[in-house]
């Protein structure tokens, strides 16, 4: 078998955001371009020689031929075994426990998560370390680095390896061992939750529907809720993973899965909601005719989730990412645990799951996970309520109005304004910035600006240091704005405002969220001069 030194050079635009490198897929499928990237995760991360790597991706087109490539390009770097999940497909989740389990040294996910597939749409690389967790700023900085001076990449000659056969082969000397994405997986979810209690709460008339949104969740939502659990055949909705996620796009909110959101605001509507999105990491939870924000899901499951026997010792602590709402804050306070605010990121949770600082922790963007894996899960949010619900026999409607009653309700709401040319949202955005230490006692509208600055995080575990991590505005009443620039768009710029406001009078519990944030969704507006700054009337998309 030939090995090929491919001699190359730095390709544009291969810094890697939030979470992994995301381009469009025509972008990955350029020369050189997927290749490049490969080798500096290799090299970035000291090569792969005698390494074991876990590699799979969420189904989406480009995947398969992606992962042939990675595999001849370890087997040219003397990796000992890659293990690939069956058809080329692994959700994120599933990938992480795989890594754990097997100890791997790390893992290669493909994947653009929520944003669309296709050969017109969007491609992701990400790497995860050895602890199943998205690389850390550090390794991230170090492949970033070797993007900018790479001069060659390996890559052994050989026919495509079979991903559609479990079992074991060799390619250029190094193990390829094919395995069923779902049954380790499965398993952990059994140790974790009450698999007999929640499948006596379906046994009983309980009535669901999880969208899997044409994404990776189907297989593992399929096998577990109809197959392990006695829920109703078409329970899982949309539940084959196809290469352009049937044209949507399978981001779990309101918005995009509408499919969903008509189903549970509809005549007859099941008792429970839930969807998750590409890569099987992220969840939306909804009851009939109760859609429930991710910060608020977050700070019910910190309340419940001893009811599970995964976490029936209580939890060590929580995190939640800064723009995510105080309402977890207010639970773990009541339960004398700790609370962290961490940037956005899953990899910034890593350091506090690893040192067992917290045991759960959530993000506004429809994140929630503990320490089973070292990222976001999806279908174990929708486990853990569903555990709940068996536990308690209440309603989401019913959870959700005690958690309310208890510690107040955070209302909530995150708008986005996407695709806003680059300079004007970097313009906006440092204009705001070189505002925000004068800000304290500016009126704007009904509001008092309070305080304001730029939020920085030290990691109390490893003590590095995250500055610019998101403009806040904080006013007289306890309500909040942020802002952030995303990082994880492939086009442009996407600016994200995030609004909240804690209310403790219960008799303003059921008023339409854009009525109680509408003052500070204006002074915000008003504040950073948004609109005619970037051009832009109105967000794209409301949560
Ligand atoms: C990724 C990260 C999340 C993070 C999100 C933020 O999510 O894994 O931890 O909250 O990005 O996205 P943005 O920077 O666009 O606000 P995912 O699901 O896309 O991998």
């Given at each position: 078998?030939?090995?090929?030194?491919?001699?190359?050079?730095?390709?544009?635009?291969?810094?890697?955001?939030t979470?992994?490198?995301?381009?469009?897929?025509?972008?990955?499928?350029g020369?050189?371009?997927?290749e490049?990237?490969?080798?500096?995760?290799?090299?970035?991360?000291?090569?792969?020689?005698?390494?074991?790597?876990?590699?799979?991706?969420?189904?989406?087109?480009?995947?398969?031929?992606?992962?042939?490539v990675?595999?001849?390009?370890?087997?040219?770097?003397?990796?000992?075994?890659?293990?690939?999940?069956?058809?080329?497909?692994?959700?994120?989740?599933?990938?992480?426990h795989l890594?754990?389990?097997?100890?791997?040294d790390?893992?290669?996910?493909?994947?653009?998560?929520?944003?669309?597939?296709?050969?017109?749409?969007?491609?992701?690389?990400?790497?995860?370390?050895?602890?199943?967790?998205?690389?850390?700023?550090t390794?991230?900085?170090?492949?970033?680095?070797?993007?900018?001076?790479?001069?060659?990449?390996?890559?052994v000659?050989?026919?495509?390896?079979?991903?559609?056969?479990?079992?074991?082969?060799?390619?250029?000397?190094?193990?390829?061992?094919?395995?069923?994405?779902?049954?380790?997986?499965?398993?952990?979810?059994?140790?974790?939750?009450?698999?007999?209690?929640?499948?006596?709460?379906?046994?009983?008339?309980?009535?669901?529907?999880?969208?899997?949104?044409?994404?990776?969740?189907?297989?593992?939502?399929?096998?577990?809720?109809?197959?392990?659990?006695?829920?109703a055949?078409?329970?899982?909705?949309?539940?084959?993973?196809?290469?352009?996620?049937?044209?949507?796009?399978?981001?779990?909110?309101?918005i995009?899965?509408?499919?969903?959101?008509?189903?549970?605001?509809?005549?007859?509507?099941?008792?429970?909601?839930?969807a998750?999105?590409g890569?099987?990491?992220?969840?939306m939870?909804?009851?009939k005719?109760?859609?429930?924000?991710?910060?608020d899901?977050?700070?019910?499951?910190?309340?419940?989730?001893?009811?599970?026997?995964?976490?029936k010792?209580?939890?060590?602590?929580?995190?939640?990412?800064?723009?995510?709402?105080?309402a977890?804050?207010?639970?773990?306070?009541?339960?004398?645990?700790?609370?962290?605010?961490?940037?956005t990121?899953?990899?910034?949770?890593?350091?506090?799951?690893?040192a067992?600082?917290?045991?759960?922790?959530?993000?506004?963007?429809?994140?929630?996970?503990?320490?089973?894996?070292?990222?976001?899960?999806?279908?174990?949010?929708?486990?853990?309520?569903?555990?709940i619900?068996?536990?308690?026999?209440?309603?989401?409607?019913?959870?959700?109005s005690?958690?309310w009653?208890?510690?107040?309700?955070?209302f909530?709401?995150?708008?986005?304004?996407?695709?806003?040319?680059?300079?004007?949202?970097?313009?906006?955005?440092?204009?705001?910035?070189?505002?925000?230490?004068g800000?304290?006692?500016?009126?704007?509208?009904e509001?008092?600006?309070?305080?304001?600055?730029?939020?920085?995080?030290?990691?109390?575990?490893?003590?590095?240091?995250?500055?610019?991590?998101?403009?806040?505005?904080?006013?007289?009443?306890?309500?909040?704005?942020?802002?952030?620039?995303?990082?994880?768009?492939?086009?442009?710029?996407?600016?994200?405002?995030y609004?909240?406001?804690?209310e403790?009078?219960?008799?303003?519990?059921?008023?339409?969220?854009?009525?109680?944030l509408?003052?500070?969704?204006e002074?915000?507006?008003?504040?950073?001069?948004?609109?005619?700054?970037?051009?832009?009337?109105?967000?794209?998309?409301?949560?």
């Amino acid at each position: 078998m030939s090995h090929t030194v491919v001699k190359t050079k730095p390709i544009e635009g291969q810094k890697p955001g939030t979470s992994g490198l995301r381009k469009r897929t025509a972008v990955f499928m350029g020369p050189h371009f997927l290749e490049n990237y490969v080798q500096a995760i290799f090299d970035g991360t000291g090569g792969v020689a005698g390494k074991t790597l876990v590699v799979g991706g969420d189904g989406r087109y480009f995947n398969d031929r992606a992962i042939e490539v990675i595999l001849r390009m370890a087997a040219a770097g003397g990796a000992a075994k890659c293990i690939v999940g069956q058809g080329g497909i692994l959700s994120t989740p599933a990938a992480s426990h795989l890594i754990r389990k097997r100890g791997a040294d790390g893992g290669l996910i493909l994947s653009a998560s929520h944003n669309p597939g296709g050969p017109d749409a969007d491609f992701g690389l990400k790497y995860n370390g050895g602890n199943g967790g998205p690389a850390s700023e550090t390794v991230t900085a170090e492949i970033f680095a070797r993007t900018l001076d790479i001069e060659e990449y390996h890559i052994v000659g050989a026919q495509d390896i079979d991903l559609g056969t479990i079992g074991t082969s060799e390619l250029a000397g190094m193990t390829v061992e094919i395995v069923d994405p779902v049954a380790d997986y499965a398993a952990l979810m059994e140790e974790l939750f009450d698999f007999d209690k929640i499948a006596a709460l379906f046994a009983g008339g309980f009535t669901m529907r999880f969208d899997a949104m044409h994404a990776v969740t189907g297989p593992y939502a399929t096998e577990i809720l109809e197959g392990r659990l006695g829920a109703a055949k078409g329970t899982v909705m949309n539940g084959v993973p196809s290469p352009d996620f049937g044209g949507g796009h399978p981001d779990p909110n309101p918005i995009w899965a509408k499919e969903l959101m008509d189903v549970m605001y509809g005549a007859d509507a099941p008792d429970f909601g839930a969807a998750s999105d590409g890569d099987g990491d992220r969840n939306m939870i909804v009851g009939k005719g109760a859609y429930v924000t991710p910060s608020d899901s977050l700070a019910l499951l910190a309340s419940k989730a001893h009811l599970a026997p995964g976490y029936k010792a209580g939890l060590a602590g929580v995190a939640r990412s800064m723009p995510t709402s105080g309402a977890v804050d207010r639970v773990a306070k009541a339960k004398g645990i700790g609370c962290y605010e961490t940037p956005t990121g899953w990899k910034f949770f890593g350091t506090l799951l690893d040192a067992g600082k917290v045991t759960l922790c959530g993000e506004e963007s429809a994140g929630t996970g503990s320490d089973h894996v070292r990222e976001k899960d999806g279908l174990w949010a929708v486990l853990l309520w569903l555990n709940i619900l068996a536990e308690t026999g209440q309603s989401v409607s019913e959870l959700m109005s005690d958690l309310w009653g208890e510690y107040g309700r955070c209302f909530y709401s995150r708008h986005d304004y996407e695709d806003v040319e680059s300079e004007k949202a970097h313009g906006m955005f440092g204009d705001l910035r070189d505002s925000l230490a004068g800000l304290a006692g500016t009126k704007a509208g009904e509001m008092t600006v309070e305080w304001a600055d730029e939020f920085a995080y030290d990691d109390p575990v490893d003590g590095s240091h995250a500055a610019a991590q998101g403009l806040r505005i904080g006013f007289e009443g306890g309500g909040r704005a942020v802002f952030r620039l995303s990082g994880t768009g492939t086009v442009g710029a996407t600016i994200r405002m995030y609004i909240e406001q804690l209310e403790l009078d219960a008799s303003r519990f059921e008023l339409p969220a854009e009525e109680v944030l509408k003052p500070i969704i204006e002074a915000a507006l008003e504040l950073s001069d948004l609109k005619a700054k970037t051009g832009r009337d109105a967000p794209n998309v409301i949560t």
